[in-house]
């Protein structure tokens, strides 16, 4: 975070003495502050005001990494509380919940399941990221680390919630390699559980039983030099979860306290007390507000398609379009014979056209243009979607080759280019679309009735 | 040392708007936090869950929630059985069959419709038109009407027909005005302007800022209503105070996740999950956004939704 | 960001009939001037009551009850070198609508004032001159650190320090606007609140010139991140310019309507 010259002006020695080049204290802040000239040219700033200028001016926001290899993944770092003032940088992850309290068929059911959502969504994979394996101390320790084996031969990134530091430090040990987090220091154990994690390299999870004593926990944990933490926002009610975790990102981004500027871990799994609605409505309150990695109970199609596709909205780059692959895509069992639409490669225009154009039932190939990923009227109007640039896709993906219908289906908006394209592209019938996607479905079920 | 952190309440707030009359009536908006912030400022109007019928009636409705209106062969039985759901505050009837590219009905019929429902149930209502703004401008002009006294709210106005529809709800019906605008945040403010240069009281104003659902573009509407909410308590921007509906029922049945059978997609597995689990995610962050009111299709949703408000408030 | 805030100048004493009425205590012409500021868009509005010497306690009681009763608590400048009318005014000010500003301050005699502000929880105009007009940016920012300190001794928030740094008259000083220009550009870059009289600038010149030279250099001004200014709010042009800056700084955003509101 940037400092003002105020703020670096408040811990300066106010002299005016003029020995490191400047007029006045506040016009040496004031370069400080532009980056024009280092602290260090004042002999009388204090070692102490400027620890805390360097504390000041690092990120407000840790950004933490956890998993190996392919299955490494940043949290954190973010800069802002808004999309729209500058991108969020790191995706929330979800995680699906194991715990040594379950019996083995309960087990093998779910590690069954967590494999089956893997699908890919505008380039995009999307999959269970993680596994939480929550320990049962009345089910012993060998069950559970059992249980960690198990659950580590999926090769997800693994969430360890143990809070004895004891048998943590061994499923830590069994697993440590892949870089799980462990999650489950608090107020009595952190100093032991401060071992096992930075012993391993680990991250650490931080829960308390109120906002108070999480805070105090993860200020201790820093004492001892931890900072590779996150912050458990609890399970005693929606509400305090809720709070934590904006409370904690708000105090990071906005009032600067470093000991916030952790990412966060929702348990909805266990906020949703067995509620499987409430708890996909949890999934995506804490996607919106600020989860960067939320726990499950389970994680089907029918939770993921919503979640994830909200996921990928939400972290985008608000100045990068999102583009789809171009290319052909028969829609309604269409085969080389079924009319031919087409469109450009902006995702939203793809999809809510798409969606359109399956509603109506007509089968049909929908040429997806190269346009730059711009809307229609963007992209016409940078040139990127022209009868040229229509044509000599068509000439590249070899579409007459592919496909024996000769009808062309054209967005409404970009009605002007009919001539052209026909001359560009002889024996095609030109077709002009409505201009707006709703009016497909009548329009596609007209025109081949 | 414990935690200590600094209120994030505002000196301004979102005007507080009733709905309906009587025991039965609702409280909109009235907050001077962030959606949901009660740590900041408790929020005394926590938003409100509607339930959507169309005049369509049963055959309108996907089949998984025609079976939560079993029994039921009119859109009066619909009506009178949907306000029984848990959790839901108000009623909403979408006259969507009065789109000329449609099924074209009449006003006349359409209107009759409004006031069978109208005298069938007691929450408040919300009567939502066709889409199509030269219809609307009639047909919502008579629903207006229709329901004086009933203090409805009428969705929407929008920059084509703003003036007709302001006039007839905002001024002549004393009705509450629905102003809609697609994720553009300076039209949604120049439609509230424009409604209160021609003498409807901002208080009598909610605004659709526009939807999608989660995956379609979704980033806009949260953008969209960030900013908004931004300039209505950071920057105190009365025209901008006015609370937020968000139709999210209208949106999510029409996409593929919800709406592609079982039998289409065998391994995205039982479709009514699918569409109950697309309302709840969209009307979810729709909220964290900072809609003051959503309005839902099936009970299940709605059920969930309100458990989730009052969680939460 | 905030938007920027006018204060309107036109309840001033040097003008005989403001003078005549507030001499008077008759409210007609006081308020009439006062509505039209408002309804032209003013802020605040400033009290000029000059020196007042003797009865300035009781006619800036007067004035503040006058105007806040009328005008819904419409926040205040209350403008004298008058202390002691200054603590009367603030005694019975209604802050509902904003603080009210002491005007005002400077580095050198009238420095107390920025301890007046701070024991009254009021904003103050802090002159960054000394004895005289400073000389260059150098010294004006010695004067800026000077206040700024005394403010932040007495307990005040940087924030309700507003620097002035005197506009100076083109005809005469043309050489040295650019040097107020970039005098704001530094307030702004530490993170302070800054006014001033802008249409000091015109001072002489034409009637039918002074409105685009004003709004030409609040547009400039607004640039290097000025936040209020004392300004006439009856022109129409400056008005007009000031809420047009306000929706490309992002201080209030963009509707076709934006001028009429």
């Known amino acids: 975070m940037a400092l003002k010259g105020l703020d670096i002006f408040k811990l300066s020695p106010k002299k005016n003495c003029k020995e490191c080049g400047s007029p006045t204290c506040m016009a040496f802040s004031m370069k400080v502050a532009q980056g024009a000239v280092s602290v260090d040219a004042c002999p009388y700033f204090s070692e102490d005001a400027k620890a805390q200028l360097n ?70 994979r999307m999959f269970v990221e993680m596994i939480y394996v929550n320990y049962d101390a ?171 596709g909200l996921r990928q909205n939400l972290f985008t780059d608000p100045q990068k379009p999102m583009k789809v692959e171009p290319g052909i895509y028969p829609l309604n069992g269409a085969d080389e014979n079924s009319i031919c639409v087409t469109t450009v490669d902006f995702a939203l225009t793809y999809f809510v056209v798409s969606g359109e154009l399956e509603r109506s039932g007509v089968p049909l190939n929908l040429i997806i243009n190269d346009a730059g990923g711009l809307s229609v009227l963007t992209s016409w109007a940078a040139g990127k979607f022209s009868a040229g640039t229509i044509a000599k896709f068509f000439a590249e993906q070899d579409i007459e080759g592919k496909i024996k219908s000769r009808k062309l289906v054209i967005p409404g908006k970009v009605a002007v280019l009919k001539g052209e394209l026909e001359a560009k592209l002889p024996g095609w019938e030109i077709i002009i679309a409505p201009n707006e996607a709703v009016q497909l479905v009548k329009f596609m079920k007209d025109l081949t009735a | 040392m414990p935690f200590t952190a600094k209120s994030g309440k505002f000196n301004a707030k979102i005007n507080a708007v009733t709905i309906g009359t009587g025991d039965k009536a609702i409280t909109i908006g009235g907050e001077n936090v962030l959606p949901f912030y009660t740590f900041d400022e408790a929020i005394e109007n926590a938003p409100k ?263 939460l408030v | 960001m905030a938007k920027f805030v ?25 308020l009439a001037r006062a509505k039209q500021q408002l309804d032209a868009g003013a802020v605040y509005l400033d009290v000029n009551i000059g020196p007042a010497e003797g009865y300035g306690e009781d006619l800036m009681k007067w004035a503040v009850q006058l105007l806040q009763s009328n005008f819904d608590n419409v926040p205040l400048a209350l403008d004298t070198s008058n202390k002691k009318a200054i603590e009367a005014g603030i005694s019975v000010y209604n802050r509902s609508k904003g603080k009210p500003i002491v005007n005002s301050a400077d580095a050198a005699g009238r420095i107390e004032n920025v301890d007046l502000a701070a024991a009254n929880d009021a904003i103050v105009i802090a002159l960054c001159n000394g004895e005289g007009i400073a000389k260059d940016n150098d010294e004006r920012m010695a004067y800026c650190q000077t206040l700024l300190e005394r403010g932040l001794e007495h307990g005040m928030e940087p924030t309700d320090l507003w620097f002035d740094p005197l506009f100076l008259v083109v005809k005469g000083m043309q050489d040295k606007q650019m040097e107020i220009l970039e005098c704001i550009k530094m307030f702004s870059d530490m993170g302070l609140n800054s006014t001033g009289g802008l249409s000091n600038n015109s001072n002489g010149m034409p009637k039918h010139i002074r409105p685009i030279m004003d709004s030409a250099l609040v547009a400039m001004c607004m640039m290097q991140g000025l936040t209020s200014a004392i300004v006439n709010p009856n022109d129409l042009r400056l008005m007009e310019t000031i809420k047009s800056c306000d929706v490309f700084k992002n201080n209030t955003l963009y509707a076709d309507s934006y001028l009429e509101i």
């Open chain 1, 55 to 124: 504390e000041a001016t690092a990120p407000p926001m840790k950004t933490v990494k956890v998993g190996a290899g392919e299955n490494e993944m940043s949290l954190g770092g973010e800069t802002v509380l808004f999309r729209h003032e500058k991108t969020f940088v790191s995706k929330t992850r979800y995680a699906v919940s194991l715990c040594s309290c379950m019996d083995d068929a309960e087990i093998d059911a779910k590690l069954a399941a967590i494999p089956k959502v893997d699908y890919e969504r505008i380039g995009e």
């Open chain 2, 49 to 311: 869950v509607g339930i959507e019928i169309t005049d369509g009636g049963m055959e309108a409705e996907p089949e998984c929630i025609q079976k939560c209106y079993e029994g039921c062969t009119s859109v009066v039985d619909m009506a009178k059985k949907a306000v029984t759901f848990d959790g839901v505050d108000f009623l909403s009837i979408r006259l969507e069959g009065g789109d000329p590219n449609g099924k074209n009905k009449s006003t006349e019929e359409l209107i009759q419709l409004v006031n069978d429902v109208a005298a069938a149930v007691d929450v408040p209502l919300f009567v939502c038109g066709c889409k199509n703004v030269e219809k609307d401008a009639e047909l919502l002009d008579k629903a207006a009407a229709a329901l004086a006294g009933k203090n409805a709210v009428i969705l929407a106005a929008k920059e084509e027909n703003y003036k007709t529809i302001g006039a007839s709800a905002g001024l002549a019906y004393k009705q509450v005005v629905g102003a809609e605008s697609a994720v553009d945040i300076n039209l949604a403010k120049q439609l509230n302007v424009l409604l209160t240069q021609l003498g409807v009281s901002g208080q009598s104003v909610v605004m659709n800022v526009g939807t999608a659902s989660a995956g379609y573009g979704f980033e806009y509407v949260v953008s969209t209503m960030d900013r908004v909410k931004a300039a209505a308590l950071s920057q105190s921007d009365a025209t901008l105070q006015m609370p937020i509906v968000t139709p999210v029922a209208s949106e999510v049945w029409n996409v593929k996740e919800a709406a592609a059978s079982e039998a289409d997609m065998p391994e995205w597995g039982n479709q009514e999950e699918r569409g109950v689990d697309m309302e709840i995610e969209t009307a979810a962050a729709v909220l964290a956004a900072g809609s003051n009111a959503v309005i839902l299709r099936h009970p299940e949703s709605v059920k969930t939704i309100s458990t989730l408000v009052k969680e």
């Open chain 3, 6 to 30: 006018t204060i309107g100048e036109r309840l001033s004493t040097t003008a005989p009939a403001v003078n005549k009425a507030f001499m008077e205590r008759d409210p007609e012409p006081i």
């Open chain 1, 138 to 308: 009345a089910s012993g320790k060998d069950k559970y680390l059992e249980l960690v084996k198990k659950a580590a031969a999926l090769g997800r990134v693994l969430i360890l919630g143990c809070d004895d530091a004891d048998v943590a430090k061994e499923a830590v040990e069994l697993v440590k390699d892949t870089k799980p987090v462990l999650n489950g220091a608090n107020a009595s154990n952190y100093e032991a559980m401060n071992a096992v994690a930075t012993g391993a390299g680990v991250v650490l999870g931080v829960q308390g039983k109120d906002i108070n004593e999480l805070y105090d926990t993860v200020a201790a944990l820093e004492k001892l030099g931890n900072k590779n933490l996150l912050i458990d926002a609890g399970s005693n009610s929606i509400k305090d979860a809720f709070a934590t975790a904006v409370q904690f990102r708000k105090a990071a981004i906005k009032d600067g306290d470093r000991t916030c500027g952790y990412p966060s871990i929702v348990r909805a799994c266990c906020l949703a007390k067995g509620n499987a609605h409430l708890q996909a409505a949890l999934a995506s309150l804490f996607t919106m507000k600020y989860g960067s990695i939320v726990v499950l109970e389970q994680l089907g199609y029918a939770e993921a398609l919503p979640l994830y």
